[in-house]
């Protein structure tokens, strides 16, 4: 097999949690780019037919649906319909998130559960429910999106997030467990750990840039080229053979910590 055609998505499905903007719309483009029909949901449906109009436009093809990953029976009805429209499902992106801003002596425990349920209970469940259809396809590709916070401590002056950080540590034991069991089913399971790159999430430190930038070697944040190759990597059999991993794309932050 060709490299290139190692690369190639054509008529494979990617669904996108969270793929109406930010890093989500990034990843989205790329496996369009690649060849994938691409499924972007989130509970802002509006945004969501946005991004995949635009995809449209450029002749790839897309659909929207509307989904809060919390809820058993949106994941059923975007599984449902992802392959009513196009037959398989090859690539699920858990991008969707949510995050909560507050000293750790004050955050309230309403906030925390949200967090959890929305970054991990939502990915878990979201996973289960598509592994089951790759299971009978034969293969298929999870790549689970975690985040720099959740390998190392960070400082309340520029980031506290201890709910968070905490679920985004949880996203790499729980992506190493899923790569494990769903690995007899020619299923690879991933995850990415993005740096600080401009989203509504980061939006939150911006009177830490000078801080964040000083530790990143780089000395740049993430643009929105610099996470397509990663995505595309592990979507496609390039990574056959990768499972249970963890890719920190940070402009080399965790290196120099």
């Known amino acids: 097999m060709k490299t290139t055609e190692l690369f190639d998505l054509t008529n494979k499905t990617a669904i996108i949690t969270g793929g109406s903007s930010g890093l989500g719309s990034q ?15 989130s509970r802002n449906i509006q945004a969501c037919q946005e991004m995949s109009d635009l995809l449209n436009q450029q002749g790839y093809h ?8 919390t809820n058993q029976e949106d994941i059923d009805y975007v599984v449902d319909e992802t392959i009513k429209n196009f037959g398989t499902i090859d690539i699920l992106i858990n991008n969707s998130g949510t995050s909560w801003i507050a000293p750790v002596l004050d955050i309230p425990a309403d906030k925390w559960d949200k967090v ?18 790759m299971k009978d396809q034969g293969g298929g590709k999870i790549i689970n999106i975690s985040s720099v916070t959740g390998l190392f401590g960070t400082n309340p002056a520029f980031l506290d997030s201890v709910a968070y950080n905490t679920s985004k540590g949880a996203v790499v034991s729980l992506t190493k467990d899923l790569a494990v069991k769903l690995a007899q089913y020619n299923i690879q399971v991933n995850a990415i750990a993005p740096g600080f790159f401009p989203t509504k999430i980061t939006k939150a430190l911006d009177k830490a840039t000078t801080i964040i930038l000083s530790k990143i070697p780089a000395k740049r944040f993430g643009t929105d080229q610099d996470l397509k190759g990663s995505a595309l990597f592990l979507s496609s059999k390039a990574s056959d053979y990768i499972t249970g991993q963890l890719l920190v794309v940070d402009g080399g932050l965790t290196t120099n910590l």
């Open 27 to 41: 990843m989205a483009l790329a496996l369009a780019e690649a060849g994938a029909n691409i499924v972007i949901c």
């Open 62 to 69: 897309s659909i929207a649906l509307k989904c809060d990953i």
């Open 116 to 133: 959890m349920n929305v970054n991990l209970k939502g990915m878990f469940f979201f996973s289960q429910a598509v592994a089951k259809i």
